[in-house]
């Protein structure tokens, strides 16, 4: 059967691209780091310094999803105009096209099927300036290529090797799957997309603010303490347990502090994904051995350090896959998804 003739205007806009994609990725990415100095410097009196918030919420939450949004019309509005006044009026490429069997039908459909591909599903690293964090903005898409079958909840693989992954509480979740440690990922983000739970973890780099005062915060597996007689699994707590629970925190601080070190250098020296597998295998056996040999390990209490938050945030348990790369989940994260199990299987 011969190509359908749209399928060579699309190759025709894939051939172009090939020799302009740089600067093309480069208009993407500076971009949107123009506009954010531009908001920085034009907006930045509105900022309060002491917490760093707009009128309440925090600048990164302010300024970041209208950044993403914009940057996602340009992309689409841009790639929809000027190539079409070029095929019309400047380079006239679509008159050369037509001068083909080429009809004009199909120049009109390759066109709308070229931009497509070029905002399809469009998952990318470094959300919100996170090198590990991957998400996707095209929800729209998203859900078409999703209603292809009956779902509940989405897992998208990106075919990177690259660590890295995202979960949002009832809308999809994604995963480096080329990587080492996309099993941990995939289960860890499918916590958050499955059953809202929260990072327990507070030594990494993240995209999110602190917030200006402690409120408890509504995830299942995290507290702010703020009444520890009624803490939120406290008939998880056995008896003998104190609330707050001692933990062996400074030193495990001082050991994440040098391999949050050793990941940023390894990172910006671009080495390979290996050196960052081996960095992850030695954080994992050492977290394994200092946090199984606490006292309370494996017990349900409330042990400080979770939600980002050095201090002032509770875990349940002293390890977790929501706060390391450890196996399994806490009691509390384990009930919290067994709930939404529970939920939709009657
Ligand atoms: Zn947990």
């Known amino acids: 059967m011969a190509t359908p003739l749209t399928v060579r205007v699309v190759e025709h806009q894939a ?6 994609w740089r600067g093309s990725a480069t208009f993407y990415v500076l971009n949107p780091l123009l506009f954010l100095a531009a908001i920085g410097f034009g907006l930045g009196g509105l900022v309060q310094e002491s917490t760093g918030n707009v009128g309440g919420v925090p600048y990164d939450a302010f300024v970041a999803p209208g950044l993403l949004a914009a940057s996602a019309m340009l992309g689409a509005g841009a790639e929809s105009l000027w190539p079409v006044m070029a095929g019309t009026k400047w380079v006239r490429t679509f008159h050369a096209m037509v001068a083909t069997p080429v009809r004009p039908a199909d120049v009109y459909a390759g066109v709308v099927a070229w931009t497509t591909v070029r ?8 959300t919100f300036g996170t090198e590990r964090y991957v998400l996707t903005t095209e929800n729209r898409t998203l859900r078409d290529v999703a209603s292809c079958a009956p779902y509940e909840f989405i897992e998208i693989l990106v075919n990177g090797q690259t660590y890295g992954g995202g979960g949002i509480f009832n809308q999809y979740a994604t995963v480096a799957i080329d990587n080492l440690w996309a099993g941990y990922v995939a289960v860890h983000e499918f916590g958050h997309h499955f059953a809202g739970l929260a990072d327990e973890y507070y030594t990494s780099d ?37 609330v707050p629970t001692p933990w062996d925190k400074e030193e495990f ?9 050793q990941r940023g250098e ?43 938050e050095a201090k002032g945030y509770y875990r349940p348990e002293v390890d977790c896959i929501m706060f390391t790369r450890h196996k399994t989940f806490c009691a509390v994260c ?13």
Do not use: H
């Open 15 to 20: 051939q172009i691209f090939r020799r302009f």
């Open 119 to 126: 905002s399809a599903v469009g998952a990318s690293y470094d």
């Open 206 to 242: 993240v995209a999110y603010l602190p917030p200006a005062n402690k409120t408890e915060p509504w995830e299942p597996n995290v507290t702010a303490l703020l009444d520890p007689a009624n803490l939120k699994w406290k008939d998880l707590v056995a008896a003998g347990t104190p």
């Open 253 to 261: 601080d001082r050991f994440e502090r040098d391999i949050q070190q």
């Open 266 to 308: 390894l990172r910006a020296a671009g080495k390979p994904e290996a050196e960052m597998d081996e960095l992850f295998r030695k954080e994992r056996e050492k977290e394994d051995a200092m946090l199984g040999s606490q006292k309370y390990a494996g017990k349900v209490g409330a042990f400080e350090g979770a939600n980002y």
């Open 334 to 346: 384990r009930r919290a998804i067994e709930r939404v199990i529970g939920m939709y299987a009657g």
